[in-house]
């Protein structure tokens, strides 16, 4: 069952009935300014820190799950009759609900008893504001007397803060209103130099800033009083809950539509003037006005949101496929692209299972979110890579994660996570073979944010290589330390108190936990390493990359394979986990996928037997799952992997992000029909008309679908910030479609099922575009062997770089008949 459907012309998703399974959400801004919004209107506001600077406030977990939000009411002032455009919270019965979630946009319509009602969200590019842009139409046949009302509750800056500390919160909270403009200014007066507005384009007949005042007393956001008395009260709010709320009269005659615009927006001022006049405690409101008054002009928004909507057909059109299957397509060409952007700027902080309080930015998730972002704006890639790498740590290891305002490694939510550096070294990788800038390598970066300890980045991928390679264990495998990519596989921590964290407890000492999978992304890392040092002409770290990774191909084919499958690692006590001598968890697949990926066991079979035994033993209908048997009880050598109930999150759940790896492992043995398979099991896309079963949005990835040994599979949660979205794009147009950027030109490799014809791809690289038509006779399922480019003729399937920037290139690529 569907609860809306797909406009791939638009690029929108559109929901034509309210009551989703869950809030459907969406994304507004992408630089500093962002906020959620759900297909009700709910979400909030954050500057640059969901934490930190949040400017509206949000419970989670409320019931209903999402209540508060960027709520209009409209009441029609002869009969008192009130309701929600956006359905939420009033939930009146309306005709004609729709919502339209666009590239950073969201669009709600709706009409009730003739009144129709659209409203534009979107944040301008370069602002750090936010615009509901609201048409309300008179359909009737007479003329129509309306109130609106507008409303948000502000958060009172820090949101952990604003939910816990009560006893001070509720004394603190300041506003002033000037000209219709409402102001949230709490601690304004004293350290913060930053301020909140809340602005509306017609004459207020009235507001309310006191949100008990706006609702009245022991009512919530669904019958507000002012909104049923159809008058405001002017609040002030002194402490408790400040709030912002305009009161707008509308006449419409028949056919007639008005257009109100309010801007919620957060503002800063120089901190040696923050008030007008001096001497006062008011706002100077002199910087900001101006931006005020442009953005209540109805020509200043549209053309903002044409510039919104050029920005991302201009980004999209980096890379746009044409295959003829619309799953791929638009996954691939629209909403794929779309998640990798939010990923990039959030990490894993804010979305509906991300409260915004509780991580920075994740080492290991930043590195990969990359992966998937990098080809969009390459400069800020670059910025990012540069401040990851700053927080390494001396040893080569890494902070698991730092916090974006300060930049800073954060130990207090865990570290010793023995994979992460190996991340940093795919992530430079991929941002030199997409962009050629090998000056990055040469920034001088320091170790831990300290001054005076700067190096060149190409050392600290050096010094990633190294970690691993200083850190062996019994069967010379990289130790896993607290986990490795997969947080809950905790071998050295051996908790039995309740509630304490399995990433942050001290881990027992003297531990020799082993990881298999660190061991293939090693070899990746390595091999990875190895050609950048090839080509600066470095043979010393090439022959120490090449010498530690075919060290560790040998030990994991000593002591990695278990028969049919490999092994995922070695516990504290050196006893495989991951093997058929388990009762429980006895296949993984992460080293299934890393390892094939990472090239290990495709010369000696190896290969294809463990992706026989995914097949087989670990791929459902919703997608491949982690582990088989799930453990159904705990197990206090492997950490909080046995906590989750079988058939959830990292035990035995189809943890998305893993499978793009299997998927890139099949390409690498040249099977494409089972690829692709793999591929649409999990596109979300491909399930929207199971909705009801699936329950998050059709329109991104989720972290996870619940396995079948739970009891709801297929039930998808934790949409949006994930690195599945990341992966995923790299599988279907790297390794699938088979686009893939290198150092010297891009490889057109595509590995697709045997049924397909021709398709066709056009990809920006390195400022030309490449226009590719690859020929494939329906049945042949053999790789590329011969190029036509520009009409030559060229052996293999390396297009070379471009010849001059702005270059358009007409490439056709001959798929072979099955060998
Ligand atoms: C979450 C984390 C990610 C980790 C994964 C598996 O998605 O953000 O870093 O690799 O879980 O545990
Ligand atoms: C990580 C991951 C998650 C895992 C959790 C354990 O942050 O996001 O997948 O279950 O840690 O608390």
New binding site residues.
């Given amino acids: 069952m569907r609860y809306g459907h797909f406009d791939d012309v638009e690029r929108e998703y559109v929901i034509t009935r309210p009551d989703t399974p869950l809030p459907w959400i969406n994304y507004l801004g992408s630089e500093e300014y962002f906020g959620i919004i759900s297909n009700t209107a709910g979400g909030y506001s954050f500057y640059r820190d969901a934490r930190l600077r949040r400017l509206t406030r949000y419970r989670y977990n409320n019931a209903p799950l999402d209540l508060g939000g960027r709520y209009l009411y409209l009441r029609d002032d002869a009969s008192g009759d009130y309701w929600s455009p956006s359905w939420q919270p009033t939930q009146r019965e309306l005709e004609d609900y729709s919502c339209r979630h666009g590239l950073g946009y969201t669009i709600i319509s709706s009409r009730y008893q003739g009144i129709r009602a659209e409203t534009l969200y979107f944040v301008p590019g370069g602002e750090n504001l936010e615009v509901w842009r609201v048409r309300v139409t008179n359909d009737r046949p007479g003329p129509a007397r309306l109130s609106l009302f507008s409303s948000i509750e502000f958060c009172l800056w820090d949101a952990q803060d604003d939910a816990t500390n009560f006893q001070r919160n509720y004394s603190v909270g300041e506003v002033e209103v000037e000209a219709g403009v409402i102001y949230h200014k709490t601690e304004y007066r004293e350290r913060r130099n930053h301020f909140a507005y809340f602005a509306c384009s017609e004459p207020v007949v009235g507001f309310d800033t006191q949100r008990d005042a706006f609702l009245g007393p022991y009512r919530s956001w669904d019958r507000p009083i002012a909104v049923e008395r159809g008058s405001a009260s002017n609040s002030i709010a002194h402490g408790w809950q400040p709030s912002g709320s305009h009161h707008v009269r509308l006449e419409l005659d028949p056919g007639e539509t008005k257009e109100v615009i309010f801007l919620l927006g957060y503002a800063e001022n120089p901190r040696d003037a923050k008030f007008d006049p001096p001497a006062s405690q008011t706002i100077d409101k002199r910087l900001l006005r101006p931006t005020i008054t442009r953005y209540l002009q109805p020509a200043t928004v549209a053309a903002a949101f044409e510039q919104l909507r050029a920005r991302w057909m201009d980004l999209l059109g980096i890379s746009q496929a044409h295959t003829g299957n619309e799953h791929v397509d638009r996954m691939v060409n629209t909403w794929n692209p779309y998640q990798c952007m939010v990923t990039f700027n959030m990490s ?1 902080s804010a979305s509906l299972f991300e409260s915004g309080i509780g991580r920075g930015m ?1 080492f ?2 930043s590195t990969q979110d990359l992966l998937g972002f990098v080809h969009l704006v390459p400069s800020r890639a670059r910025e990012r890579l540069l401040d990851v790498a700053s927080t390494q740590l001396p040893t080569g290891g890494a902070y698991h994660q730092y916090q974006p305002l300060t930049k800073r490694g954060n130990n207090d939510i865990g570290s010793g996570f023995n994979d992460d550096p190996l991340w940093l070294v795919l992530a430079v990788a991929a941002y030199l073979k997409e962009t050629g800038d090998a000056s990055i390598l040469e920034e001088a970066l320091p170790y831990d944010n300290e001054a005076g300890t700067e190096r060149p980045l190409y050392e600290h991928l050096q010094r990633s290589v190294a970690y691993t390679l200083e850190r062996l264990g019994p069967h010379s495998l990289p130790l896993i330390g607290r ?1 490795d ?4 596989l905790n071998l050295n921590c051996f908790s039995e108190t309740p509630g304490e964290s399995f990433q942050t407890t001290e881990n027992r000492s003297g531990g020799v936990a082993e990881s298999v999978f660190i061991a293939g992304l090693f070899v990746l890392a390595a091999d990875e390493l190895a050609a950048i040092a090839a080509i600066r002409g470095d043979a010393q770290a090439v022959a120490r990359c090449r010498t530690g990774a075919a060290a560790m191909r040998e030990a994991v084919a000593r002591h990695g394979w278990d028969g049919a499958w490999f092994r995922r690692a070695y516990d504290f006590h050196g006893r495989p986990v991951g093997s058929a001598e388990n009762d429980e968890g006895q296949i993984f697949i992460e080293p299934q996928g890393m390892c094939v990926l990472a090239g290990l066991g495709l010369d000696d079979g190896r290969a294809r037997l463990a992706l026989d035994s995914v097949r087989d033993r670990l791929a459902t209908r919703n997608g491949i799952v982690v582990l088989q048997p799930a453990f159904t009880r705990y197990h206090l050598n492997l950490g909080e992997i046995s906590t989750y109930p079988a058939g959830y999150k ?1 035990n035995g759940a189809v ?1 998305c ?1 893993t499978n793009p790896w299997v998927m890139i492992a099949e390409t690498r043995t040249g099977d494409g029909d089972t690829a692709l398979d793999y591929y649409l099991r999990i596109n979300p896309s491909a399930r929207e008309d199971r909705s009801e079963i699936h329950r998050g949005e059709p329109y991104v990835y989720a ?1 996870m679908i619940a396995g079948d040994d739970a009891a709801t599979p297929g039930e998808a949660k934790n949409t949006w910030l ?2 599945t979205a990341a992966w995923n794009l790299v599988a279907i147009s790297q390794w699938i479609l088979g686009i893939r950027p290198e150092y010297a030109g891009l490889r057109i490799d595509p590995c697709v099922p045997a049924a397909w014809g021709d398709f066709s791809v056009t990809r920006r690289f390195r400022g030309a575009t490449y226009r590719v038509t690859v020929r494939k006779q329906p049945g042949a399922s053999g790789r590329v062997t011969r190029l036509r480019v520009d009409g030559q003729a060229l052996e293999g399937s390396l297009a070379p770089l471009p010849a001059s920037p702005g270059a358009e290139i007409e490439l056709e690529a001959f798929v072979e008949a099955a060998p």
């Fill in positions: 894993r994740g290991r998730d986990a990519w997969n947080d809950c990292e943890f992000h972290q994930t690195g």
